[in-house]
């Protein structure tokens, strides 16, 4: 069986339409934030980011939530950038509620930081600055803890 194309869809969704059948489309968000940004859930974000000793930038976001598409482009770019030093993760708050809800979720789009290790320091902190590629590497680059010890 082929794939179904965007065209197909609108073949099949108007004749629906018109018998009074709603159809609701999902659109396709998989590739909104790119390969090197994780995609993460209630399932993968203890393992992931809590149990980490990386630092995390992540975004909570709404797929309706037009400022959290306008910065998808940016969040990526940063990804980019930032591969190797630090992991950047995003977090549907429509779908993971609960993650949403623990982490005091108000709006979207609301970015944290995760870093250093030990629950004490793994407690997030709100980024707030520029939403800007090189706004979130600097950033990022700055709370990162420095394992370096002079002698």
Request: hydrophobic residues 40%; proline residues 5%.
């Amino acid at each position: 069986m082929g794939a179904i194309s965007i065209q197909s869809t609108r073949a099949l969704v108007i004749p629906l339409a018109m018998l009074g059948i709603l159809v609701h489309l999902t659109p396709v968000r998989a590739g909104m934030y790119g390969s090197n940004v994780v995609e993460l859930t209630s399932e993968n974000f203890k393992a992931l980011v809590i149990d980490s000793s990386s630092t995390w930038l992540v975004k909570f976001y709404a797929p309706w939530c037009g400022h959290c598409q306008q910065s998808a482009p940016a969040f990526s770019k940063a990804a980019k950038k930032l591969e190797g030093i630090a992991k950047l993760g995003v977090v549907n708050g429509d779908d993971q509620k609960d993650l949403s809800s623990k982490y005091g979720i108000r709006g979207f789009p609301s970015i944290k930081i995760f870093k250093g290790e030990g629950k004490k320091e793994r407690r997030p902190s709100d980024y707030t600055g520029e939403r800007t590629a090189s706004a979130f590497a600097k950033h990022v680059k700055y709370v990162m803890p420095s394992y370096i010890a002079r002698i």
